[in-house]
């Protein structure tokens, strides 16, 4: 049970750094290489692209501290 764990927060932090770094910031990051957050992008602005990267962010952090609560327990 643990090492399936432990190989689960490894694939969610990989995915988590993913996402972060998806983000845009001060200079886009790498959210701009990929068109995201665009004002003229044909995915209606960037918004509704922009809410659904936030929501699988904090849902992906919230799985990584509840697994890593479970890890510690174990």
Same mark, same amino acid.
Do not use: P
């Given at each position: 049970?643990?090492?399936?764990?432990?190989?689960?927060?490894?694939?969610?932090?990989?995915?988590?750094?993913?996402?972060?770094?998806?983000?845009?910031?001060? $200079?886009?990051?790498?959210?701009?290489?990929? =068109?995201?957050?665009?004002?003229?992008?044909?995915? =209606?602005?960037?918004?509704?692209?922009?809410?659904?990267? $936030?929501?699988? @962010?904090?849902?992906?952090?919230?799985?990584?501290?509840?697994? @890593?609560?479970?890890?510690?327990?174990?």
């Amino acid at each position: 049970m643990e090492l399936i764990l432990s190989i689960l927060q490894v694939f969610i932090s990989i995915v988590l750094i993913f996402l972060v770094l998806l983000h845009s910031g001060k $200079d886009s990051g790498l959210s701009g290489a990929f =068109g995201i957050g665009q004002a003229g992008s044909s995915l =209606g602005g960037g918004s509704l692209v922009e809410r659904n990267l $936030d929501r699988w @962010t904090i849902f992906f952090a919230v799985v990584f501290a509840l697994n @890593t609560i479970v890890l510690l327990k174990l």
